[in-house]
């Protein structure tokens, strides 16, 4: 009975460990390149934690939803963030029809 009971454990377990694989891509620091003056403003000193994204201006708690290839940060406003991972640490943002390109912060 102990050991279906720690092979059952064990197994549970490493579906857990398993499961926690998919990570943010999206965490860090981020730097907009200044092709766009409203994204190098709106989202000056941009940080993303695993809740959070914070700018220069303000914090905002949100969800990940991972959409095919893209993600959205639900942040429970009308407006949803599409976010996608680019090549060489670098991503885009799409807030309605303005699109922020970023690579990491240095």
């Known amino acids: 009975?102990?050991?279906?009971?720690?092979?059952?454990?064990?197994?549970?377990?490493?579906?857990?460990?398993?499961?926690?694989?998919?990570?943010?891509?999206?965490?860090?620091?981020?730097?907009?390149?200044?092709?766009?003056?409203?994204?190098?403003?709106?989202?000056?000193?941009?940080?993303?934690?695993?809740?959070?994204?914070?700018?220069?201006?303000?914090?905002?708690?949100?969800t990940l939803v991972k959409d095919g290839d893209a993600y959205i940060f639900d942040t429970k406003d009308p407006a949803k963030i599409l976010a996608r991972v680019g090549p060489g640490g670098t991503m885009t943002l799409e807030i309605g029809p303005i699109t922020c390109s970023f690579r990491r912060a240095t």
């Open 1 to 62: 009975m102990k050991r279906s009971l720690g092979l059952l454990l064990c197994v549970a377990l490493s579906t857990l460990v398993a499961g926690c694989g998919d990570s943010n891509p999206f965490i860090g620091k981020w730097q907009s390149d200044k092709d766009n003056f409203l994204c190098a403003l709106g989202f000056s000193n941009l940080e993303i934690t695993e809740k959070s994204i914070r700018t220069g201006f303000a914090t905002q708690l949100y």
